[in-house]
């Protein structure tokens, strides 16, 4: 990113190589612009309106558009990034192959309904 005296007010500011946010119905991602004319910002091959940086020709029920990256929106991408990093993580976690202490400690964490049972009252059950 550029130097936090270097940050973008508009994008009628932005220049070719200058990272912006874009942002759709789908995702989000950063994108670097290619090419700038005297009213459009071209990025991946997707041409954006200066004045008020959605795609054009815009689509009826698909919305898409750009903005500034500040350093929250910046933070913001990289926080998002990290959690579906972390959630596929998780997702590929075997859940059979944990102890019964790793299991309770995930049933703490989550506070699954019914995790403050004693485990003993289900060990008196078993025969």
């Known amino acids: 990113m550029e130097k936090s005296n270097d940050i973008k007010q508009s994008l009628y500011d932005i220049q070719p190589g200058d990272k912006v946010y874009f ?10 612009v290619d090419r700038v004319t005297p009213t459009l910002i071209i990025c991946n091959n997707i041409k954006f309106r200066k004045n008020d940086g ?15 990256l500040t350093p929250e929106l910046l933070y913001k991408h990289r926080q998002e990034v990290m959690r579906k990093h972390l959630i596929q993580q998780v997702k590929n976690v075997q859940i059979d192959k944990l102890t019964n202490d790793q299991l309770q400690k995930i049933i703490q964490i989550t506070q699954i309904p019914n995790s403050n049972d004693d485990i003993s009252k289900t060990e008196k059950m078993v025969p």
């Open 23 to 32: 942002r759709s119905n789908y995702f989000s991602t950063i994108y670097v």
């Open 54 to 68: 959605r795609k054009t020709p815009s689509e009826r029920y698909h919305y898409c558009y750009i903005e500034v």
